[in-house]
């Protein structure tokens, strides 16, 4: 059975090996500069600022993908943002990205201050549309930088 981990002194190197496949390298930050915008967040103007918390996907002691959630309870349209969920290209195929997508909601859900959840992901990336699609984010018709916003109402 899969399990998530934070991202530690002791594994972010080992997380930072992971890659996507060549075709797949424009739809995702790499999991090097998503740790590092972690240590940060960020200010988003007219938004406030996101807390980030990245995490590791393993299974039986390897690691075998990365996420990245972040948080703004002061931010009315939503609270919670999936920044990233990446699985790496020789482990692709086997339900780790529903894991790691399933994890995140329930752990989402689970904060009675989250009542809405969003997304972004590149318009030409039809199996991430199919997929966010398949747990009910509803595409909201915006583009924010360059990507396809989709929200979850969770309450």
Do not use: C
Request: glycine share 8%.
């Amino acid at each position: 059975m899969p399990e998530i981990r934070p991202v530690s002194k002791e594994n972010w190197r080992e997380l930072i090996a992971l890659k996507v496949r060549e075709d797949q390298k424009h739809f995702v930050a790499t999991n090097l500069y998503s740790i590092a915008e972690a240590q940060f967040g960020e200010d988003i103007p007219d938004e406030g600022y996101w807390a980030m918390e990245p995490y590791g996907i393993y299974e039986e002691d390897k690691p075998v993908g990365f996420l990245m959630m972040s948080y703004n309870y002061s931010f009315s349209r939503f609270q919670g943002f999936i920044l990233r969920l990446m699985v790496d290209e020789k482990r692709q195929g086997k339900g780790y990205g529903k894991f790691g997508m399933e994890w995140m909601l329930e752990k989402y859900r689970s904060d009675p201050r989250i009542t809405a959840v969003a997304i972004s992901y590149e318009p030409e990336n039809e199996t991430a549309r199919k997929l966010y699609a398949s747990y009910g984010f509803v595409e909201t018709g915006e583009i924010v930088d360059g990507e396809a916003l989709a929200l979850l109402n969770l309450r």
